[in-house]
Nanobody, 117 residues
């Protein structure tokens, strides 16, 4: 059974940085594609960034150049480094894990990120 636990959210001023972590419990972490979605109040959930088992990454256009996704297979953790944060980045950020593209993903409980002065 896979469980995901996010951490690292909080309140930050515009222009600041946060690093989100997603700890994976279960087996075969290295074979999973991992990523982050976010959902702002009143909006649909959107994919922010993803990383495959081989390390290929993909980003939503609005975060390119500001956010970096990475994974540590030894620690079974995926990270989202968020720099130059903007108020529009305010959302609940959810980690997911997917063993194969067609599989239903596992989800974490979410971590709140608020960007405000």
């Amino acid at each position: 059974q896979v469980q995901l636990v996010e951490s690292g959210g909080g309140l930050v001023q515009p222009g600041g940085s946060l690093r989100l972590s997603c700890a994976f419990s279960g087996t075969s972490f290295r074979h999973y594609s991992m990523g982050w979605y976010r959902q702002a109040p009143g909006k649909q959930r959107e994919l922010v960034a993803s990383i495959t088992s081989s390390g290929s990454t993909n980003y939503e256009d609005s975060v390119k150049g500001r956010f970096t996704i990475s994974r540590d297979n030894a620690e079974k953790t995926v990270y989202l480094q968020m720099n130059s944060l903007k108020p529009e980045d305010t959302a609940v950020y959810y980690c997911y894990a997917r063993p194969i593209p067609s599989a239903k993903p596992y989800w974490g409980q979410g971590t709140h990120v608020t960007v405000s002065s």
